[in-house]
């Protein structure tokens, strides 16, 4: 079993900066990957970046690449999304995930086994 907890949301203004932590205990594979989601009202849970175990790979949707950027720590347990030039269409609750399973693709929620209870984020005009 994994348990992942988030922190670091908040209120922001357009334009600024958030870091958001996804701290996880429990059995997690060495070459697991570990995504970010968010959800806003009305809408569906999106990936928003995704990073397999050891930073081999990252992933991103067109709409944050070059302005969120997703990292690991060198223990491996603690999962970190930087997000800087934010907008309003940013705001929404950001989930943590992990235990990829198949078909394996990073971005998608239905792929993942563990996630948190969420951290909100949002970004004012």
């Known amino acids: 079993q994994v348990q992942l907890v988030e922190s670091g949301g908040g209120s922001v203004k357009a334009g600024g900066s958030l870091r958001l932590s996804c701290a996880a205990s429990g059995s997690i594979y060495r070459n697991d990957h570990m995504g970010w989601f968010r959800q806003a009202p009305g809408k569906e849970r999106e990936g928003v970046a995704a990073?397999?175990?050891?930073?081999?790979?990252?992933y991103y949707i067109d709409s944050v690449n070059g302005r969120f950027t997703v990292s690991q720590d060198n223990a491996k347990t603690t999962v970190y999304l930087q997000m800087n030039s934010l907008k309003p269409e940013d705001t929404a609750m950001y989930y943590c995930?992990?235990?990829?399973?198949?078909?394996?693709?990073?971005?998608?929620?239905?792929?993942?086994?563990?996630w948190g209870q969420g951290t909100q984020v949002t970004v004012s005009s």
């Open positions: 995930a992990a235990g990829l399973k198949w078909p394996n693709r990073p971005l998608v929620s239905n792929d993942y086994r563990y």
């Open positions: 990073i397999r175990s050891g930073g081999s790979s990252t």
